[in-house]
């Protein structure tokens, strides 16, 4: 094969409640992304106690992309999008998540989404679950603490995947699942898991028993899916940073492998319906008494997903220290600076060649079909007085890793179905909830302090990927 193969899914990936706004409207319920202050590098997100008057929540409005996605996914298909992948807002089909019936209105949007994406020959591809969990869930059943939740999760998966499976075959459960390997800080736990740590708490038997939670009931959904329409492709999604030793020291080299066990198991029982054996002796060693039935081991084999995607932004580095000698990864202490890549405003190294390392990780590990559902570069982007932009800086970032993507497809021989880089239209950060981290190839006219017209424009490098998609790759 000399390039990417016939109708390999070029798009752009984005998260319902980084882009819609509109967060009351339709019968919407509050998410966890809704009880979120805008933070800063170096400046956590607040995660109020509902929602708080005077506090900035810029997930509120984001880019109103609920009102303006027509002209959205027109400027879309201008790029040649094959594929589009956003989430549905959990919320908008299920405001308290604890109801019976699901909310009319909130499906009827994601019908107009959806159709008029099809419209423009463009492949809506679907996330369930990506950090919008319904805050009701929160305040009420503690989040993913509570095995209850996966009735209520999968209630939500069926109802979604039998209204839209005649729009939609690509879907993923959980959003960067193992995110919340990530515990001793309080991002993750709140966006993956609806979770709040109570001071003083053993942080990391909760994060293992939530995540057992959600892997049974994303086994549960796939399998549901199968039922509903065997045709509909559910895969997982993982946020890949490989994690490097920093030196040739067989204990650096120790010391990485138990770190991207510790990363990585997720994907065993998504693939694998069961868990690697070094977690199981791993709970052993520590004590760990968790809520995993025999039951719930037979929903996980049954559930087994079809493809696995993941996103790709950076790499990590770590080393032994001699402070700790069973060589465990606590990444919140474990990682050091690789001194061979550059790094973003915001930290994040910069490492193409770790993109193609990825997929063949994956490959090799699980023979099964990878997507790349994420990768770009977060930058603050200049408006000159013409009002363009000449991120030439994002196009080098994008076209060094899907150089390294070619390589992986056309020498190693990796099967990947499809690459959507993140945040093709600018939106609302994740992880600092600014604007002014910005990944896209269409601009939007907002700051972070919420003001602006909301306008949308083209960046230089929505004229760069245009010629991407319509030359499957080969000119970069
Ligand atoms: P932001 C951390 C590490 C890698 C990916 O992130 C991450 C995070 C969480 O911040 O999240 C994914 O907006 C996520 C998106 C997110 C995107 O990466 O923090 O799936 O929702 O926006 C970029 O720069």
């Not at 209105?105 to 990506?130: M, N, Q, R, W």
């Not at 080393?319 to 000698?325: C, V």
């Not at 990864?329 to 770790?354: A, F």
């Amino acid at each position: 094969m000399s390039g990417f193969k016939e109708g390999f899914l070029w798009g752009g990936a984005v998260a319902a409640h980084q882009l819609e706004g509109g967060w009351q409207e339709g019968g919407k319920g509050a998410s966890v992304a809704d009880v979120m202050t805008a933070g800063a590098h170096g400046v956590p997100r607040e995660i109020t106690d509902g929602v708080l008057p005077g506090k900035n929540y810029p997930n509120h409005q984001a880019i109103d992309f609920y009102h303006r996605y027509k002209d959205d996914i027109t400027l879309f298909a201008e790029m040649g999008f094959k594929c589009f992948r956003t989430s549905i807002a959990w919320t908008r089909i299920f405001p308290l998540g604890d109801e019976r019936q699901p909310n009319e209105a909130g499906l009827k949007f994601y019908d107009d989404l959806f159709d008029e994406c099809l419209k423009h020959g463009i492949e809506p591809v679907i996330t369930l679950s990506h950090f919008e969990m319904p805050y009701h869930l929160v305040k009420e059943y503690g989040g993913w603490r509570n095995r209850q939740v996966i009735d209520f999760f999968v209630r939500f998966a069926k109802v979604v995947f039998a209204r839209y499976q005649h729009k939609v075959k690509y879907w993923m459960t959980f959003n960067e699942i193992n995110n919340q390997a990530n515990f001793h800080e309080d991002f993750a736990p709140f966006t993956n898991s609806g979770i709040k740590y109570r001071p003083g708490e053993d942080r990391e038997p909760v994060m293992f028993q939530a995540a057992h939670y959600e892997l049974v009931a994303s086994a549960l959904a796939v399998k549901a899916a199968r039922e509903i329409n065997p045709t509909l492709r559910i895969g997982c999604m993982i946020a890949m940073c490989p994690i490097y030793p920093l030196t040739c020291a067989p204990d650096d080299m120790m010391m990485a492998m138990n770190a991207m066990h510790r990363r990585y198991w997720f994907t065993d029982v998504h693939v694998r319906g069961k868990y690697p054996q070094h977690l199981l002796n791993y709970f052993a060693r520590r004590g760990f008494a968790l809520d995993i039935t025999a039951e719930d081991r037979a929903a996980l084999a049954q559930g087994c997903v079809d493809y696995i995607g993941f996103s790709y932004y950076m790499s990590f580095a770590t080393k032994a220290t001699a402070d700790n000698p069973q060589l465990d990864y606590d990444e919140s202490k474990s990682l050091v600076t690789n001194p061979y890549v550059k790094q973003s405003d915001w930290g994040w190294q910069i490492d193409p060649v770790g993109l193609r390392y990825s997929l063949n990780w994956f490959w090799d590990h699980y023979q099964l079909p990878l997507f790349i559902v994420e990768n770009g570069f977060g930058a603050i982007d200049v408006r000159e007085s013409d009002g363009s932009v000449n991120d030439q800086y994002r196009i080098d970032y994008l076209s060094a890793h899907i150089r390294e993507m070619k390589k992986a497809v056309v020498e190693d021989g990796v099967e990947l179905m499809g690459y959507t880089p993140w945040g093709c239209i600018d939106l609302v950060s994740a992880g600092t909830g600014e604007m002014k981290k910005r990944y896209g190839f269409i601009y939007v006219d907002k700051d972070n302090e919420g003001q602006g017209t909301l306008a949308r424009s083209r960046k230089k490098s929505f004229f760069w990927y245009q010629k991407v998609i319509s030359s499957n790759g080969e000119t970069l």
